[in-house]
């Protein structure tokens, strides 16, 4: 059987200053920066990017026509995801599998978001809500299901009600979450946040609470990824793809849940995790209390619920207790999410989160540095994972 | 609140060549879903082909109506301006009898007093002489 392990490595991450942008500004700007900073801190020339790969297109992102042509790239191998979030973990694969078949020596993953274009997010018309079968969030505009919260908010409501749980319960995953976002001078949260004040917050979709929704404000990364003989001649430590699984789809899978949960049309027996959820272990060749830190898609609070349950950290249903007491906050048992995550530090779709599982193998973070990281998880509740090691 | 004349109209739903028979079934107070000849199961979301077994040999059959509350949200964002006058209200997932789950709003309850396995039934809010949008109230 084939494996991607340590056959590509991460040799280059840039992030713009995250903050609020307006419309007007072309997510090109934020995108700009991010690539000058990638290519500086990945020690190579902008003519040796032969290769992009774009998550998230216009409206609100860019394409990859446009981004090569505006940055006077020359590119032999391009692609691009779904205008959506989620699917960086796969554009990651992507870039490592290019690279390993010579098909680009120098693949730049390239997202920038400025959500300010994408007015508010669920409005009727948007891409997402048109399809006969409902939309990826189970967008019904007649309904009036038209925004994405809707999605993990049915989910959030199944979960307590199957588990006993509450939103008391999931303002400590806010709270812990926050606690690393106030070690980051990236993160565009600046204030600690309580339990109190969580459950006091305006509900936006109920059961869901307003900090229980993540930071759509804008930003832009990059992570440029090339095999392992150029990543030993780079500036820093390469940081390796030890292992990654994709991301699942099917009958079994509903967004905002978990396998098994009972949404849409999930089987609330299914069992979780299975075999195929737990392949990323195998394939780095390490198992899961080896792992140092734990990063997920943290759009809404609840899904860093999903996501435990779904890798086995917990049994199902347990998630709610495992989060408890600053067991996923800085210095806890697993620290989840160490930059604040799109809860605290920026919604990126995720690729802040590959930027941070990078600084933290290189030992670049400072106060919320982890002592010894070695081993980093990517993994979601839909599935995917990536594991990092330095 | 936004004047009556600054609110739009609803969105309809999308029909297309295999959800129109469901559409054709709500407007004479049905409430349809595919089932497949082959395998003998019943599907949601409408599609094509039976999901089941890939079949693409099915009809439309007319079910109860009838199902419980499986999960259950209040917007009380406004997203769409067309919901201005009905901010806080519900959007449900009801798993129906027969199986398969399907979204709706749940009408006369309040909101508060909805919960998880709630026995509803289906009842039709006619919109235009094409579209009749369907519901679920307590039973
Ligand atoms: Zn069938």
């Known amino acids: 059987m084939g494996t991607m392990r340590d056959r590509a490595a991460i040799i280059g991450v840039g992030n713009n200053q995250y903050g609020k942008m307006t419309a007007a500004v072309s997510p090109l700007v934020p995108l700009?920066?991010?690539?000058?900073?990638?290519?500086?801190?990945?020690?190579?020339?902008?003519?040796?990017?032969?290769?992009?790969?774009?998550?998230?297109?216009?409206?609100?992102?860019?394409?990859?026509?446009?981004?090569?042509?505006?940055?006077?790239?020359?590119?032999?191998?391009?692609?691009?995801?779904?205008?959506?979030?989620?699917?960086m973990s796969g554009v990651l694969a992507h870039a490592a599998m290019a690279v390993d078949?010579?098909?680009?020596?120098?693949?730049?993953?390239?997202?920038?978001?400025?959500?300010?274009?994408?007015?508010?997010?669920?409005?009727?018309?948007?891409?997402?809500?048109?399809?006969?079968?409902?939309?990826?969030?189970?967008?019904?505009?007649?309904?009036?299901?038209?925004?994405?919260?809707?999605?993990?908010?049915?989910?959030?409501?199944?979960?307590?009600?199957?588990?006993?749980?509450?939103?008391?319960?999931?303002?400590?995953?806010?709270?812990?979450?926050?606690?690393?976002?106030?070690?980051?001078?990236?993160?565009?949260?600046?204030?600690?946040?309580?339990?109190?004040?969580?459950?006091?917050?305006?509900?936006?979709?109920?059961?869901?609470?307003?900090?229980?929704?993540?930071?759509?404000?804008?930003?832009?990364?990059?992570?440029?990824?090339?095999?392992?003989?150029?990543?030993?001649?780079?500036?820093?430590?390469?940081?390796?793809?030890?292992?990654?699984?994709?991301m699942c789809a099917g009958r079994a899978e509903a967004t905002g849940a978990r396998p098994g949960l009972g949404i849409h049309q999930q089987d609330e027996s299914y069992p979780v995790p299975r075999e195929r959820d737990l392949l990323v272990y195998k394939m780095a060749g390490v198992e899961r209390s080896d792992i140092d830190a734990f990063y997920t898609y943290d759009a809404m609070s609840s899904i860093v619920w999903m996501a435990l349950e779904r890798f086995g950290f917990c049994k199902p249903g347990e998630a709610w207790q495992f989060t408890k007491g600053g067991r996923i906050g800085p210095g806890g048992e697993l620290p989840v999410n160490t930059h604040g995550g799109l809860l605290s530090e920026a919604h990126v779709s995720g690729w802040n989160h590959i930027i941070e599982m990078v600084r933290q193998l290189r030992g670049e973070c400072g106060e919320r540095q982890l002592p010894n990281a070695e081993l980093l998880q990517w993994g979601t509740n839909r599935g995917d994972s990536l594991i990092l090691r330095n | 609140m936004t004047a009556q004349q600054d609110i739009p109209a609803k969105p309809l739903p999308a029909i297309s060549d295999f959800n129109r028979p469901f559409w054709e079934g709500t407007r004479v107070n049905e409430f349809r879903m595919q089932r497949c000849n082959h395998c003998k199961k019943l599907w949601a979301p409408n599609g094509p082909v039976c999901p089941h077994c890939f079949s693409d040999d099915y009809h439309w059959e007319k079910l109860s109506g009838k199902g419980k509350i499986a999960s259950w949200v209040v917007f009380h964002k406004l997203y769409h301006k067309a919901f201005a006058n009905e901010i806080p209200y519900n959007v449900a997932f009801v798993e129906l009898e027969e199986g398969p789950r399907v979204?709706?709003?749940?009408?006369?309850?309040?909101?508060?007093?909805?919960?998880?396995?709630?026995?509803?039934?289906?009842?039709?809010?006619?919109?235009?002489?094409?579209?009749?949008?369907?519901?679920?109230?307590?039973?």
Not at chain 1, 61 to 81: C, H, K, M, N, P
Not at chain 1, 207 to 218: A, K, M, R, S, V
């Open chain 1, 32 to 87: 700009a920066a991010a690539f000058k900073n990638a290519l500086a801190d990945a020690g190579i020339q902008r003519d040796e990017v032969d290769g992009i790969l774009v998550n998230i297109g216009t409206p609100f992102g860019v394409d990859y026509d446009q981004v090569s042509e505006a940055f006077g790239l020359d590119i032999r191998f391009s692609d691009q995801t779904w205008t959506h979030g989620r699917q």
């Open chain 1, 101 to 246: 078949a010579g098909l680009a020596n120098y693949v730049a993953c390239v997202c920038s978001i400025n959500w300010a274009r994408a007015g508010t997010v669920g409005d009727h018309g948007q891409f997402q809500d048109d399809r006969e079968i409902g939309g990826a969030h189970f967008e019904h505009p007649y309904y009036g299901m038209t925004s994405p919260g809707g999605a993990w908010a049915m989910a959030a409501r199944k979960y307590f009600d199957r588990y006993g749980a509450t939103s008391a319960d999931l303002a400590e995953v806010c709270v812990s979450i926050r606690e690393h976002a106030l070690r980051n001078p990236l993160a565009v949260m600046k204030k600690p946040l309580t339990v109190a004040e969580h459950q006091a917050s305006r509900y936006v979709c109920e059961p869901l609470h307003l900090y229980d929704y993540c930071q759509t404000i804008g930003g832009a990364c990059v992570v440029i990824v090339t095999t392992p003989e150029r990543a030993r001649n780079g500036p820093h430590k390469p940081i390796y793809i030890a292992g990654h699984q994709g």
């Open chain 2, 103 to 139: 979204i709706a709003n749940i009408v006369g309850v309040d909101n508060k007093d909805i919960r998880i396995g709630m026995p509803v039934e289906a009842v039709f809010e006619k919109i235009n002489e094409i579209v009749t949008v369907p519901k679920f109230k307590p039973r």
